[in-house]
């Protein structure tokens, strides 16, 4: 299994306070993807990047920013958090073009914005 | 642009009953469909793949899906279920096989029961 942690993995918030989640892998992979679950919306791609310091909007990607100064490392931040951003969040990996397809998960981390 | 349609959101089963848990795509171009398995509280990972060649692909654990291009889906079947292959089940397209953004469907919540 590929080695993706994140942190925290639970958060409880108010609106309007900033929040970071951090997504660590170990496994060198290229590409790294945020996404969040909610019920009846299945996975929606927030950002994901494709190598350091490059980065790109997903679908949902309003209100939500990310950083990758590190291979290994890539940040989502919620500038200023809102209700409708309580989530799930997930990071995942992938080894780039040429690859499998298959994307590696972290466990999530669940936050909730009072 | 790509989407992903699970028909069903719950399917109940009795333990050792068939099942199938249906995905129809759109895709404007070549596709590589995965099918994913998220267990309670855990991150999701990858029950098996098409990118190219035969058509009907199979899991260790005795899924197997069949792509059907003409009918734009791909079914994920399994003869006999057990109480642990309770979870959920995500279909997922992608236009890249490897390291590409991946389009998610809601999810099917399989649940056997005894």
């Known amino acids: 299994d590929a080695g993706i942690t994140q942190s925290p993995r639970h958060k409880v918030t108010e609106t309007g306070t900033p929040v970071t989640l951090r997504c660590h892998q170990t496994e060198n992979h290229r590409y790294m993807y945020w996404y969040r679950q909610d019920p009846g919306h299945g996975l929606r791609l927030i950002h994901y990047s494709y190598g350091v310091k490059d980065t790109d909007k997903g679908e949902v990607s309003d209100g939500y920013s990310v950083s990758r100064s590190k291979t290994e490392d890539f940040l989502l931040t919620l500038e200023s958090a809102t209700s409708s951003q309580t989530s799930v969040y997930f990071c995942a990996t992938g080894s780039g073009a040429g690859g499998t397809g298959e994307l590696f998960f972290g466990e999530g981390s669940r936050l909730t914005v009072l | 642009a790509q989407s992903v349609t699970q028909l069903d959101s719950q399917v109940p089963v009795f333990e050792e009953a068939p099942v199938e848990l249906r995905c129809n795509y759109s895709s404007s171009v070549s596709v590589y469909l995965f099918w994913y398995v998220q267990y309670p509280n855990q991150g999701l990972q990858l029950l098996l793949k098409?990118?190219?060649?035969?058509?009907l692909v199979e899991s260790i654990n005795g899924f197997e899906a069949e792509f059907n291009k003409s009918q734009t889906s791909f079914h994920l079947r399994k003869p006999s279920v057990h109480i642990s292959d309770t979870a959920e089940y995500f279909c997922a397209v992608s236009g890249l096989p490897g390291g590409s953004r991946l389009t998610f469907g809601e999810g099917t919540q399989l649940t056997v029961n005894p």
């Open positions: 098409y990118l190219s060649g035969s058509t």
